[in-house]
């Protein structure tokens, strides 16, 4: 500042210098207008570099337009620079930003920041798609305008977030969601939002499982504990005793029946990927139809349909498992001089293990829950056959282990066809 003063103040001086003999040689007026027109120049020239600054400061832009004269070019270039340096920092400050927002984007959590008045801040897409929310038109409003849940607004306005809120999502019946609310910059919230829809439903297939696992087997047990009571203590006769005797051993029978299937299905599910032994298939529709004879006891038509070609990599106590339980079904659920037909095709595109019969059928909205443990179209009929209600759960969880599909088709009164298909992969000897 004091080189500007100094410099202007020398300009004066030289003004003056150059007026003085004007003005004392030539006349006293010409004098002084050498000395005007000198700090007139000098006037001029800042005013010029002025309005160029004063130009740039309405719209500053980095690039060659501000450049200044004399003392002025130093000025106009930290300026220049200054201006420079702030953009780049502003530039850089606004990658952070948007890749913070990017990392909120990718997180498989839902994610919404609220102020102190739960307005919306912010919130990721996987907010947006579990509470049906819109960042570009609901920034700024309440929250709880837009979820309007009631026990999500009572979980807000009650300002306790100690624990978690469960919520049931009204958008989709299925869905189930955990918020946390974390407070966070004083008094501003964050909420997490985490699916746990997968958790809550094993948490109750865990549930359901186990209340129908001990319903099962209290019902023998009772019976069982019953009959013990009365041969404790009423006196029987041998006959009416043999046949109390026979009722126990049929309950006791039944419960082992549950726990084999139990035990079965447990170590399917915990093994690992079944054996890719060489299963031959015409052994094994042999042994399934000794199999069914035996169960029917003269009482069906046992055919078998195959043209002897193809046979399986898998798991053979698996698979005979599996065809075991489809081939017992057929023979349980078809009255007495029915046919019961072994299907096995195999071609180059996959192979399908068939086992149709002309039974009682079953109703088609049953068929979707066949597979599910304990699901039974009638209770009493299957617990009368000897069914355990875990038969297609096995087939369907060894299948699925082959990376084969249970494909079921069934007419009330008519019949039922369960087919095992099986891909390429798994089909040799063609
Ligand atoms: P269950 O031990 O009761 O037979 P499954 O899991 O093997 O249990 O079968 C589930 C239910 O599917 C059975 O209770 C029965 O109602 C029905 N079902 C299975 N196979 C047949 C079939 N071939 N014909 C008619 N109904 C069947």
């Known amino acids: ?37 000198g700090l007139g120049l000098q006037l001029a020239f800042h005013f010029r570099n002025f309005s160029r600054l004063e130009r740039w ?23 220049y620079r200054h201006e420079k340096d702030l953009r780049a920092q502003i530039a850089k400050r606004d990658a952070e930003i948007a890749m913070l927002i990017e990392a909120g984007q990718a997180l498989t959590d839902g994610v919404v920041l609220l102020d102190a008045h739960n307005q919306i801040l912010f919130c990721n897409t996987t907010a947006e798609m579990q509470l049906g929310l819109v960042i570009r038109t609901d920034r700024g ?9 009631p026990e999500f607004v009572a979980y807000l306005n009650a300002e306790d977030f100690s624990r978690p809120l469960t919520l049931r999502s ?47 087997l209290r ?4 019976v069982l504990a019953g009959f013990l009571e009365t041969l404790q203590e009423i ?18 029978e039944r419960m082992q029946s ?9 170590s399917i599910e915990s093994a690992p990927p079944p054996d890719n032994d060489v299963v031959d298939m015409a052994n094994l529709i042999d042994k399934l139809r000794r199999d069914a004879e035996a169960l029917s006891a003269g009482r069906h038509t046992i055919a078998v349909e195959t043209d002897g070609q193809g046979d399986l990599r898998g798991s053979e106590p698996e698979l005979v498992s599996a065809f075991g339980n ?10 007495a001089g029915g046919t019961v037909r072994l299907i096995w095709r195999a071609s180059p595109q996959g192979a399908e293990f068939a086992v149709e019969d002309t039974g009682i059928g079953i109703d088609p909205k049953h068929i979707p829950r066949l597979t599910e443990r304990f699901y039974r179209v009638d209770r009493g009929r299957s617990r009368d056959v000897g069914g355990t209600g875990l038969g297609l759960a096995i087939v369907k969880h060894s299948l699925n282990r082959h990376q084969a599909a249970l494909d079921i088709k069934s007419t009330p009164g008519t019949g039922s066809r369960f087919a095992a298909r099986f891909p390429a992969g798994r089909v040799i000897g063609l």
């Open 258 to 266: 549950i726990v084999q299937d139990l035990l079965t299905l447990s």
């Open 170 to 216: 009204d958008r989709s019946e299925d869905r189930v969601l955990s918020i946390y609310v974390i407070p966070y910059a004083g008094d501003r919230r964050l909420m997490q939002i985490k699916d746990v829809t997968q958790t809550d439903r094993l948490d109750r297939m865990r549930r359901d499982f186990v209340a129908n696992v001990s319903h099962e």
């Open 141 to 149: 409003q309440p929250v709880v305008n837009l979820v309007r849940q």
């Open 219 to 222: 019902t023998p047990l009772t």
């Open 326 to 335: 489809l081939v017992s079904n057929a023979v349980r659920y078809t009255p």
């Open 57 to 79: 400061s309405r719209a500053p832009v980095v690039d060659s337009s501000l450049e200044g004269e004399g003392a002025w070019d130093g000025v106009f270039g930290r300026l």
């Open 1 to 37: 500042m004091s080189a500007q003063l100094i410099r202007a103040a020398l300009l004066a001086l030289l003004a003056a210098l150059v007026a003085l003999p004007v003005g004392y040689f030539v006349a006293q007026w010409a004098g002084w207008a050498v000395f005007c027109g």
């Open 235 to 252: 006196e029987l006769g041998p006959e009416e005793q043999a046949r109390y005797l026979g009722m126990m051993a049929e309950q006791s």
